[in-house]
């Protein structure tokens, strides 16, 4: 462990992007971390702990943009946040509105890597960094002449004329502590049970008061779906808003340096039904590495499976996938469309724009 935050700044080859983490064996300072958010891992012989991070914002998740609060000011927010990356600006923000709201002794990193391509994120030394988004957002409205020259730009960009804000938020807003939403909660909770983690999964960081209905109406046939935790609960509430899927649901929970699933639930033996079946495997992707891994393991018990890449963070994941969910919906990746616009040096908003402007 290094003597401060930035002595433990170490680069993931698995996911190609710095993280923030150290590992350790002592006591106190897993029980100092863990109350500040940081996340514990169980290692061979140590545990690895690993600091909080949050994402600012992201151009391919639904979820990320009613938090921001509408299509056009998550576009106007990603570019000015680009922006200010690129001229050197952002850390001397952050640093003010640290100085601003008296948050003292809070140290930040925005990390690089290959698959950060749709979205931009930021690790901090404690559970605080989750306050970030709202309080850059903030500062850049605040700033009137910069914010509308962004969102006039925006607009020009989005032929915002085209987007149906009502067809884009099309949400129940009753659904928190509805039958369906304590039906999930009791899954998970079940769920939980079959894990063995340091740190235990908390759906309640997930809660919300609302359903994107139709998330994922438009599904590709398949006999089975796989979900990779703990991702997939996320957007399990959408998922499993067609009432008859959780029989044919599977969750399997894969590291990229296991060679096997390391946990099937609800039942092992479900493997043995995949045989000559179509499985749709599902997950949110930054390299696409875990459904390739998947994929060959399906493959290897004689099932045909298909990838669907949610909310994809780069061009490879993309590329690699059989379906994507992006923002809303849900395209082929050999769609004619979307080759084309993955050649494009500025893809992310390009695709952006496609998927807003077009209703099919």
Same mark, same amino acid.
């Given at each position: ?29 897993? %029980? ?85 391509? *749709? ?51 099309? !949400? ?25 983690? #340091? ?18 109406? !438009? /599904? ?6 796989? +979900?990779?935790?703990?991702?997939? #609960? ?6 499993? %808003? ?6 044919? *649901?599977?969750? &399997? ?6 060679? %096997? ?19 749709? &495997? ?32 780069? !061009?490879?994941? &993309? %590329?690699?996938?059989?379906?994507? +969910?992006?923002?809303?919906?849900? &395209? ?18 390009? /695709? ?9």
């Amino acid at each position: 462990m290094g003597k401060n935050f930035f002595d433990n700044l170490i680069f993931d080859l698995n996911y190609k992007r710095n993280i923030v983490g150290f590992e350790t064996n002592n006591l106190k300072v897993l %029980e100092e971390k863990y109350n500040l958010g940081w996340s514990i891992y169980i290692k061979n012989h140590a545990f690895f702990v690993r600091a909080p991070e949050d994402v600012i914002v992201d151009l391919s998740d639904i979820f990320k943009i009613i938090k921001i609060g509408s299509p056009i000011d998550n576009l106007v927010f990603y570019d000015l946040i680009n922006d200010f990356i690129a001229n050197g600006k952002l850390n001397d923000l952050v640093n003010f509105i640290l100085k601003k709201n008296n948050l003292k002794d809070f140290s930040f990193i925005i990390p690089k890597g290959d698959f950060f391509e *749709t979205q931009f994120r930021m690790i901090g030394s404690d559970i605080r960094i989750k306050q970030m988004t709202k309080l850059l957002l903030k500062e850049f409205k605040k700033d009137k002449k910069t914010w509308n020259k962004y969102y006039k730009k925006s607009l020009s960009f989005l032929n915002s004329n085209r987007i149906s804000y009502k067809d884009f938020f099309k !949400k129940n807003v009753v659904y928190h502590n509805s039958v369906q939403d304590i039906n999930i909660r009791n899954l998970i909770e079940k769920f939980q049970l079959f894990r063995i983690q #340091f740190k235990k999964f908390k759906y309640s960081s997930y809660l919300r008061n609302f359903l994107i209905s139709g998330l994922f109406k !438009k /599904l590709p046939e398949a006999n089975f779906y796989v +979900l990779v935790p703990n991702g997939s #609960f996320y957007f399990l509430p959408e998922f499993l %808003e067609s009432k008859n899927r959780l029989k044919y *649901t599977v969750f &399997i929970k894969l590291h990229l340096d296991d060679k %096997e699933p390391y946990l099937i639930y609800p039942d092992i033996d479900l493997i043995k039904n995949f045989k000559n079946k179509k499985i749709l &495997i599902i997950d949110t992707v930054f390299s696409g590495n875990t459904l390739n891994k998947l994929y060959y393991f399906i493959k290897n018990h004689g099932g045909t499976p298909i990838k669907m890449a949610v909310f994809p963070k780069s !061009k490879i994941a &993309i %590329e690699q996938s059989n379906y994507i +969910l992006f923002v809303n919906k849900i &395209i082929e990746s050999n769609n004619l469309n979307l080759i084309n616009i993955l050649k494009e040096k500025n893809w992310v908003k390009i /695709l952006y724009r496609y998927i807003l402007v077009n209703k099919n």
